[in-house]
């Protein structure tokens, strides 16, 4: 009997905590050089000085430092990796926000090149996985692309996630919320085995780190005030989001939540709410999809409004019925949609909607 073989990649060393950053320059030595870094400009503007001196003061060369696009395009990845074959470079530091992240891992994967991640904002858990969104050029989803290798290296330095602006945090908590919402909800469609159980039960551990620190977090960066909470919430963003994705695969990665942000990027206005928030209105969504009561959804209301996440779909941006109608139809023709468990037509998305927003307005 043939067994099937299954690739399971990790990031093989994470360094966090406060300062964190000034690791860059050792750690870059044990991999190689030149390295090329590239990321978003407020996230170069911010690190660049510190790089440049932990990295040379460990004698490793910086071939680059050129800025990644702005958004997570295939003609962006084409130039970046043009650029990391010029100089020869041996490391890719792809520093920023997801699609950064994401640009600086397709980069690295096209070129045959180690990446090491370097998140300037807890939106997400694109620094630990081995998956990234490909845009179009006017920032609408196109696919999710998975590749065999996750970053070799990450840094979570928390003083950095401190001075990020509020929503950003924000974003990482709603987006984080959905590994449990998405996950308990896509698990009911794929084989229930180590690995799957494995996610489900780190996306309970994320919700778990998000109800408890995640308003203390949210507090902590709007007033730039450090707390012990911001860390916890950062593992469970980038961290154990990034483990519970990891572990799920292709099979069990996302669901309703996902497939509503996808399709409200039709709505250009949207694209200022950015995904973690967007998806995390959609987890309140998906509860409702799900047939969840009234007092379940007011408590992962609650929630998301101590995170700050909308709760509205009028919140993430004005719109029309025609329009809502167009987000509804997009978002049950994507394939996160099919994780599940039950069939979702338009007109269930949109009933849906309305009642997360009647409820919401209470």
């Not at 990649?9 to 950053?21: E, I, M, T």
């Not at 070129?111 to 081995?130: E, S």
Request: charged fraction near 20%; hydrophobic fraction near 45%; include cysteine.
């Amino acid at each position: 009997m043939t067994m099937a073989v299954e690739q399971v990649s990790f990031p093989q060393n994470v360094f966090r905590g406060r300062g964190a950053l000034q690791q860059i320059g050792a750690y870059g030595k044990s991999l190689g050089a030149p390295v090329f870094i590239l990321g978003g400009k407020t996230a170069l503007a911010k690190t660049k000085k510190a790089l440049e001196a932990s990295l040379q003061a460990a004698g490793v060369q910086v071939a680059a430092v050129e800025w990644y696009g702005g958004e997570c395009t295939q003609d962006n990845i084409d130039r970046l990796a043009a650029g990391v074959r010029q100089h020869g470079a041996k490391v890719i530091i792809a520093v920023g926000g997801g699609k950064a992240l994401d640009t600086g891992k397709l980069t690295g994967d096209a070129c045959g090149v180690p990446v090491v991640t370097v998140p300037t904002i807890a939106a997400t858990c694109a620094a630990a996985t081995p998956v990234a969104v490909l845009y179009d050029n006017d920032g609408i989803f196109i696919r999710i692309v998975s590749f065999p290798n996750c970053p070799v290296g990450m840094i979570i330095d928390t003083d950095i996630l401190l001075a990020a602006p509020a929503e950003y945090l924000s974003a990482g908590l709603g987006d984080t919320l959905a590994k449990w919402y998405e996950y308990r909800a896509a698990i009911q469609c794929v084989e229930q085995n180590s690995l799957s159980l494995a996610a489900l039960a780190q996306g309970r551990l994320c919700y778990d780190l998000v109800a408890r620190f995640g308003g203390e977090a949210q507090k902590a960066v709007a007033t730039k005030k450090y707390a012990s909470a911001l860390e916890a919430a950062a593992d469970a963003i980038i961290l154990y989001a990034g483990m519970a994705s990891i572990y799920g695969g292709e099979k069990l990665r996302s669901a309703a939540a996902h497939a509503l942000y996808n399709a409200f990027t039709i709505i250009p206005a949207a694209h200022e709410m950015g995904h973690g928030r967007t998806v995390g209105y959609g987890n309140l969504c998906l509860l409702a999809l799900e047939g969840r009561s009234d007092e379940e959804i007011l408590e992962a209301v609650e929630i998301a409004k101590a995170c700050g996440v909308p709760v509205t779909s009028q919140q993430i941006a004005r719109t029309t019925a025609a329009q809502l109608e167009d987000v509804a139809a997009k978002a049950v023709s994507l394939p996160d949609m099919k994780n599940m468990p039950v069939t979702v037509t338009t007109e269930k998305m949109l009933q849906a909607i309305a009642r997360v927003d009647a409820l919401s307005a209470d």
